[in-house]
């Protein structure tokens, strides 16, 4: 099974043709992702490495069925086109491009929830199942086929975790790193509903950040919808309040959003937090072993 | 991006928004000039980006050009909040009625633009939404919906505002403000206090804004106020290098690819029993440059003693980032003991490549913690 990508994605990149575009494209063809098509407007006709290229997301439908996007297009040119994909009725939309405006994201974030389209990102390292379909830039060869849900905020943090979780044996059902903005497309909450219903999925991993109040919604989800359970990192103990920690979400604006917060609400609703990455694989492997 | 005061009234007039007219200074004689020009009496305000201006004393009045050169003396120079004032804004002294707040912020809980209106203006908002939570006026935005007149005449009514002359004006405001909320990409637009005068005008006496970064390349004016001499120097010479950089106040240099991965090693030092003394994330790759600009940036904070180099190879591989390590210390200076750990895509070689140069100071360590150990060590 595994969630949002798997050996049905047949996946259609818009932005191809450009160098990120073409590298992780094909990058997650030789994963086994069906890369079918690719999009660059005045470039239809063309491919890349065999893979057909549409100047539209429609035609790209109308060819190659295409049923999943991944937006790699540069950051003024990317509400575009995540519009296009959710018009030409392709979902899931994964979109990697950092740096998107923030206003832009919050009519996209109204949009794809009146169409009913999943869309992860922006600012985010994309959506792996691993041994089924790579939609994004993870690097899949760290990863193993397993039980272990994982959702993040964050891209090298979760190979990280990731990692440690490998070195312990244990593998992953879907990675999904739903991004570092203030808004996106996916909050902890869409995730863990999916993972929930997911019979690969046994049990969760939750990474969070400094920033908002999607980890505090997460922890009252666990407690009220979950049966399975979830083991959560927070990072950004350290971090100084009105200083943007890297992803443009990660900020702490006046008391709110912190860490310490995050892992109080976590902790009060029956979540274990890991105070390290190392902890935080530990105690997922204490789960699976119990 | 946060605006300074004066910045911040500019964008205000410009969206029709009533502010009081002033002059900018950044000299004493500057100020008595800018007083002269206004006639008649000012006030005088530290034009710093941090909370609590007044009761540090950096906002006085003066009846006087010559007064008005006296204050800004004191005030120029002052710390406030750890910030220098560089700048007075001497602005037209108002005659105060009653203080009101406004406020339009992006929430990222709803993911909806949030209106916020009390009659309790000039104080600590947080404080009224605690102690008197029915005094303020909050309403949403639907983004799809967009602004219309009713969601300021909602929150005019619901605030409480009786005066049928200052509803008028206020929910005019709220429009503007909005306007300004959306023409500038903003992340907050705050008026606080807005004031009626005795005179009953209603008119912004302070603002407080702050802009999406990631909106800047469309807005360049915008972009432009941002005053690079105003900011901590080194996180300037990171912003001139594009390096990710936040300053801390520790001896242990921190550097990690990726902003959580970097974060978590920030905790780490800590958790060790360290203290950390930057963020700085050397994002995706790890090519020579890179690693060479952020040693730049981390070595120019002279507390600094040791530095501790985590990188998780994904997309990069460690070999490149060993490389990237090596050369960079070729170009650069540096004494700081330097602890390294290395860990996923190719780890082995990218750390037999680093222990077969052996530069001297270069600890390689397995795990995260150990490294983060052995740099708390190196740094006591």
């Given at each position: 099974?595994?969630?949002l990508?798997?050996?049905?994605?047949r996946?259609v990149v818009?932005?191809l043709?450009g160098?990120?575009g073409?590298?992780?494209?094909?990058?997650?063809?030789?994963?086994?992702?069906?890369?079918?098509?690719?999009?660059?407007?005045?470039k239809?006709?063309q491919d890349?490495?065999?893979?057909?290229v549409?100047d539209?997301?429609?035609a790209?439908v109308?060819?190659?069925?295409?049923?999943?996007?991944?937006?790699?297009?540069?950051?003024?040119?990317a509400?575009?086109?995540?519009?296009?994909?959710?018009?030409?009725g392709?979902?899931?939309?994964?979109?990697?491009?950092?740096g998107v405006?923030?206003?832009?994201?919050?009519?996209?974030?109204?949009?794809?929830?009146?169409?009913g389209?999943?869309?992860?990102?922006?600012n985010?390292?994309g959506?792996?199942?691993?041994g089924?379909?790579n939609?994004?830039?993870?690097?899949?060869?760290?990863f193993?086929?397993?039980?272990?849900?994982l959702?993040?905020?964050?891209?090298?943090l979760t190979?990280?975790?990731?990692?440690?979780?490998?070195?312990?044996?244990?593998g992953?059902?879907?990675?999904?790193?739903?991004?570092?903005?203030?808004?996106?497309?996916s909050?902890?909450?869409?995730v863990?509903a999916?993972f929930?219903?997911d019979?690969?999925?046994?049990q969760?991993?939750?990474?969070?950040?400094?920033?908002?109040?999607e980890?505090?919604k997460?922890?009252?989800?666990?407690e009220?919808e979950?049966?399975?359970?979830?083991?959560?990192y927070i990072a950004?103990?350290t971090?100084?309040?009105?200083?943007?920690?890297?992803?443009?979400?990660?900020?702490?604006s006046?008391?709110a959003g912190?860490?310490?917060?995050?892992?109080?609400?976590l902790?009060?609703?029956g979540v274990?937090?890991?105070?390290?990455?190392?902890?935080?694989a530990?105690?997922v492997?204490a789960?699976?072993?119990a | 991006?946060d605006?300074?005061?004066?910045?911040g009234?500019?964008?205000?007039?410009?969206?029709?928004i009533?502010?009081?007219?002033g002059?900018?200074?950044?000299t004493p004689?500057?100020?008595?000039?800018?007083?002269q020009?206004?006639?008649?009496p000012?006030?005088?305000?530290?034009q710093?980006?941090?909370?609590g201006?007044?009761?540090?004393?950096g906002?006085?009045l003066?009846a006087?050009?010559?007064?008005?050169e006296e204050?800004a003396?004191?005030?120029?120079g002052?710390?406030?909040r750890?910030?220098?004032v560089q700048?007075?804004?001497?602005?037209?002294?108002?005659?105060?009625?009653?203080?009101y707040?406004?406020?339009?912020?992006?929430d990222?809980?709803a993911?909806?633009?949030?209106?916020m209106?009390?009659?309790q203006?000039?104080?600590?908002?947080?404080?009224?939404?605690?102690s008197?939570?029915?005094?303020?006026?909050?309403?949403h935005?639907?983004?799809l919906e967009?602004?219309?007149?009713?969601?300021?005449?909602?929150?005019?009514?619901?605030?409480?505002?009786?005066?049928p002359?200052?509803?008028?004006?206020?929910?005019?405001?709220v429009?503007q403000?909005?306007?300004?909320f959306?023409?500038?990409?903003?992340?907050?637009?705050?008026?606080?206090?807005?004031?009626?005068?005795?005179?009953?005008?209603?008119?912004a006496?302070?603002s407080?804004?702050?802009?999406?970064?990631?909106?800047?390349f469309r807005?360049?004016?915008?972009?432009?106020?941002?005053?690079l001499?105003?900011?901590?120097p080194?996180?300037a010479l990171?912003?001139?290098?594009?390096?990710?950089?936040?300053k801390?106040?520790?001896?242990?240099?921190?550097?990690?690819n990726?902003?959580g991965l970097?974060?978590a090693t920030?905790?780490?030092?800590t958790?060790?029993?360290?203290r950390?003394?930057?963020?700085?994330d050397?994002?995706?790759?790890?090519d020579a440059q890179?690693?060479?600009?952020?040693?730049?940036?981390i070595?120019?904070?002279?507390?600094?003693?040791?530095?501790f180099?985590?990188?998780?190879g994904?997309?990069?591989?460690?070999?490149e980032?060993?490389?990237?390590i090596?050369q960079?210390?070729?170009?650069?200076?540096t004494?700081?003991p330097?602890?390294v750990?290395?860990?996923?895509?190719?780890a082995?070689?990218?750390?037999?490549i680093?222990?077969?140069?052996?530069?001297p100071?270069?600890y390689?360590?397995?795990t995260?913690?150990?490294?983060a150990?052995?740099a708390?060590?190196l740094?006591?």
């Amino acid at each position: 099974m595994a969630i949002l990508v798997d050996r049905s994605t047949r996946l259609v990149v818009q932005g191809l043709t450009g160098s990120e575009g073409r590298f992780h494209g094909l990058r997650n063809r030789s994963h086994g992702t069906d890369v079918v098509a690719g999009v660059t407007p005045g470039k239809g006709g063309q491919d890349v490495d065999g893979i057909p290229v549409f100047d539209t997301v429609a035609a790209a439908v109308e060819e190659t069925e295409a049923n999943t996007a991944m937006v790699f297009v540069p950051a003024p040119f990317a509400a575009d086109a995540i519009y296009e994909a959710i018009d030409a009725g392709v979902g899931p939309i994964v979109c990697i491009t950092e740096g998107v405006p923030a206003h832009e994201m919050l009519h996209i974030h109204a949009y794809v929830h009146v169409r009913g389209v999943a869309m992860i990102g922006p600012n985010c390292p994309g959506v792996l199942s691993p041994g089924k379909a790579n939609v994004g830039i993870i690097p899949a060869e760290i990863f193993r086929e397993g039980s272990v849900g994982l959702v993040s905020r964050s891209g090298t943090l979760t190979y990280q975790i990731g990692h440690e979780l490998a070195q312990l044996g244990l593998g992953n059902s879907t990675i999904v790193g739903i991004g570092g903005d203030p808004v996106v497309g996916s909050s902890f909450v869409d995730v863990l509903a999916r993972f929930e219903s997911d019979p690969q999925t046994e049990q969760v991993v939750l990474i969070g950040e400094i920033g908002g109040e999607e980890e505090e919604k997460a922890a009252a989800f666990i407690e009220s919808e979950m049966t399975k359970p979830v083991v959560a990192y927070i990072a950004g103990f350290t971090a100084p309040p009105g200083k943007t920690m890297g992803h443009a979400g990660a900020i702490i604006s006046g008391s709110a959003g912190t860490a310490q917060a995050k892992k109080e609400a976590l902790e009060a609703r029956g979540v274990k937090v890991g105070t390290t990455p190392t902890e935080t694989a530990e105690l997922v492997a204490a789960l699976v072993r119990a | 991006m946060d605006l300074y005061e004066f910045q911040g009234k500019e964008l205000f007039r410009r969206f029709g928004i009533p502010v009081s007219e002033g002059r900018l200074a950044t000299t004493p004689e500057e100020a008595r000039q800018g007083a002269q020009e206004l006639d008649g009496p000012v006030v005088v305000k530290a034009q710093v980006l941090a909370g609590g201006r007044g009761k540090a004393g950096g906002i006085k009045l003066a009846a006087t050009p010559a007064e008005a050169e006296e204050r800004a003396r004191e005030i120029l120079g002052m710390d406030i909040r750890g910030l220098a004032v560089q700048k007075v804004w001497i602005e037209r002294a108002s005659e105060i009625e009653r203080e009101y707040y406004l406020s339009i912020s992006f929430d990222r809980g709803a993911k909806k633009t949030l209106l916020m209106f009390t009659t309790q203006g000039g104080i600590d908002i947080e404080e009224v939404a605690v102690s008197s939570p029915e005094a303020l006026a909050r309403l949403h935005v639907d983004p799809l919906e967009g602004y219309h007149a009713w969601h300021g005449r909602r929150l005019v009514y619901e605030a409480g505002l009786e005066d049928p002359g200052e509803q008028k004006q206020v929910v005019k405001i709220v429009g503007q403000l909005h306007a300004a909320f959306t023409g500038c990409e903003a992340m907050l637009c705050e008026i606080n206090p807005l004031i009626v005068t005795t005179e009953g005008e209603v008119r912004a006496l302070d603002s407080k804004f702050t802009v999406d970064d990631n909106a800047l390349f469309r807005l360049p004016e915008i972009a432009s106020m941002r005053d690079l001499a105003a900011a901590d120097p080194l996180e300037a010479l990171a912003r001139e290098k594009g390096v990710t950089y936040v300053k801390l106040d520790g001896e242990v240099g921190v550097l990690g690819n990726g902003a959580g991965l970097s974060m978590a090693t920030v905790d780490v030092v800590t958790f060790v029993g360290g203290r950390p003394a930057n963020f700085c994330d050397l994002g995706g790759g790890g090519d020579a440059q890179g690693v060479v600009d952020a040693l730049e940036v981390i070595t120019g904070d002279p507390q600094v003693r040791s530095i501790f180099f985590n990188i998780f190879g994904g997309i990069t591989r460690c070999d490149e980032v060993a490389r990237g390590i090596l050369q960079a210390l070729g170009q650069l200076e540096t004494r700081h003991p330097m602890v390294v750990r290395l860990d996923g895509t190719n780890a082995e070689e990218g750390r037999r490549i680093l222990r077969d140069a052996a530069p001297p100071n270069l600890y390689v360590e397995p795990t995260m913690l150990d490294a983060a150990r052995r740099a708390v060590e190196l740094a006591a």
